[in-house]
């Protein structure tokens, strides 16, 4: 089964860009999504198919996708972005891959 | 608004039964496809199983295939999710998700589920 592979925590100072990798086998040929979780809600999709924002996300959320890592970026880092970020594919079985996910701490 | 309300969640011994419920709103149910994903405390997050739009297709993960099963009643716009011969490995938040092709564009906030002697 293919897998994702994330680091545990990234950690970054406010107004600082963070930079959440998520590692898998020519994951450049997948479609890669991604999740915040914050405590006491709603997980929220922050970025679809690689580079794409849903309405209602600040513009601070990029995506990107090549060789073998997708990565997750926010740039300008507020206190409010603290959270869990998980990264997800689609494999040929239908069913979904989650990355270990990235717990961002902002210092 | 898209809304998606978990319940159901509790305690449960080992072997035992639980169903969880999740309430659809804001949206035509009917039309999507909809899954069940848990989050293990400090294991992060697995997909448990998936069921189509008009309920004939349910495709599970192997940690639970045979001991949970899916459905859908299109008409009261609710999501099941029956839990049989649960493990202490099943707990977890359990999260109702809606399905957008590859990926999930709405989820609720999650029912716990606790399994313990």
């Known amino acids: 089964s293919y897998v994702l592979t994330q680091p545990p925590s990234v950690s970054v100072s406010p107004g600082e860009t963070a930079r959440l990798p998520c590692e898998g086998d020519n994951i450049r040929d997948k479609a890669v999504h991604w999740y915040q979780f914050k405590p006491g809600q709603a997980p929220v999709l922050v970025i679809h198919y690689d580079v794409d924002r849903p309405s209602g996300i600040p513009e601070r959320f990029s995506g990107s996708n090549s060789g073998n890592t997708a990565t997750l970026s926010i740039s300008g880092v507020e206190a409010g972005d603290e959270a869990d970020y998980y990264c997800q594919v689609w494999d040929a079985t239908d069913h979904r891959v989650f990355g270990g996910g990235t717990k961002l701490t902002v210092l | 608004e898209v809304q998606l309300v978990e319940s159901g969640g509790g305690q449960v011994q080992p072997g035992g039964s639980l169903r969880l419920s999740c309430e659809a709103s804001?949206?035509?149910?009917?039309?999507?496809?909809m899954h069940w994903v848990r989050r293990v405390s400090g294991k992060g997050l697995e997909w448990v199983s998936l069921?189509?739009?008009?309920?004939?297709?349910?495709v599970y993960a192997e940690s639970v295939k045979g001991r949970f099963t899916i459905s859908r009643d299109n008409a009261k716009d609710t999501l099941d999710l029956q839990l049989n011969s649960v493990r202490v490995e099943d707990s977890a938040v359990y999260y109702c998700?809606?399905?957008?092709?590859?990926?999930?564009?709405?989820w609720g906030q999650g029912t716990l589920v606790t399994v313990s002697t």
């Open positions: 804001g949206f035509s149910f009917s039309n999507y496809w």
């Open positions: 069921i189509n739009s008009d309920g004939t297709r349910a």
């Open positions: 998700t809606r399905d957008l092709n590859s990926y999930y564009d709405f």
